[in-house]
Antibody, heavy 121, light 113 residues
Framework: EVQLLESGGGLVQPGGSLRLSCAAS????????MNWVRQAPGKGLEWVSV????????YYADSVKGRFSVSRDNSKNTLYLEMNSLRAEDTALYYC??????????????WGQGTLVTVSS | DIVMTQSPDSLAVSLGERASINCKSN????????????LAWYQQKPGQPPKLLIY???TRESGVPDRFSGSGSGTDFTLTISSLQAEDVAVYHC?????????FGPGTEVDMK
């Protein structure tokens, strides 16, 4: 079964840091671009970042550029999101999502259940 | 950056009736080299992650009922549910993946009348 399992969320103070992980199974992880998408409580979806299948190319939303860093370990089938200088507005459920087509960016056909990040003092 | 808008914000439809949701982008998401619109639709039910319904603006994902259809090109797109079922009550999001940031629309809530 194709599955994504996020972890690492929690309560953090403003200015703090957190590292999210997304463990993938059931597909050839190294062949697919991966996305992070977040959803603030009661709000819509916000695309955060994408990383290419090899990990060599990354893109970010302006709202997180310079503070967040996406990476992957294809030997461990795991995607990461390093979040620094966290702000209250980063409070959200963070989803990892698999690109639908091997080797391409695009729509996401598999999503994890999400991990909740709360930034508050 | 490409900005996505959706209308209406919400709609209530009777069981078995048609529901239509519009999505607009402020720039074209049509790639002229392959004639594909880089536009997807997702369904999100309460407490669940989004589920891919439609990609390339009009191609149904495997397993998605054929009452869901997508249409449009360039900057204007529509998701249609031809005969609303109880299990279709959800929020529907469009997303462009033509260029980063891969922006989403604000979502449209579909409820049963």
């Amino acid at each position: 079964e194709v599955q994504l399992l996020e972890s690492g969320g929690g309560l953090v103070q403003p200015g703090g840091s957190l590292r999210l992980s997304c463990a993938a199974s059931g597909f050839i992880f190294r062949n697919y671009a991966m996305n992070w998408v977040r959803q603030a409580p009661g709000k819509g979806l916000e695309w955060v970042s994408v990383i290419s299948d090899s990990g060599g190319t990354t893109y970010y939303a302006d709202s997180v550029k310079g503070r967040f860093s996406v990476s992957r370990d294809n030997s461990k089938n795991t995607l990461y999101l390093e979040m620094n200088s966290l702000r209250a507005e980063d409070t959200a459920l963070y989803y990892c999502a698999k690109g639908r087509i091997s080797g391409h960016y695009g729509s996401s056909n598999i999503w994890g259940q999400g991990t909740l990040v709360t930034v508050s003092s | 950056d490409i900005v996505m808008t959706q209308s209406p914000d919400s709609l209530a439809v009777s069981l078995g009736e048609r529901a239509s949701i519009n999505c607009k982008s402020n720039q074209s998401v049509l790639n002229s080299s392959n004639n594909k619109n880089y536009l997807a639709w997702y369904q999100q039910k309460p407490g669940q992650p989004p589920k891919l319904l439609i990609y390339w603006a009009s191609t149904r994902e495997s397993g998605v009922p054929d009452r869901f259809s997508g249409s449009g090109s360039g900057t204007d797109f529509t998701l249609t549910i031809s005969s609303l079922q109880a299990e279709d009550v959800a929020v529907y999001h469009c997303q462009q993946y033509y260029s980063t940031p891969f922006s989403f629309g604000p979502g449209t809530e579909v409820d049963m009348k």
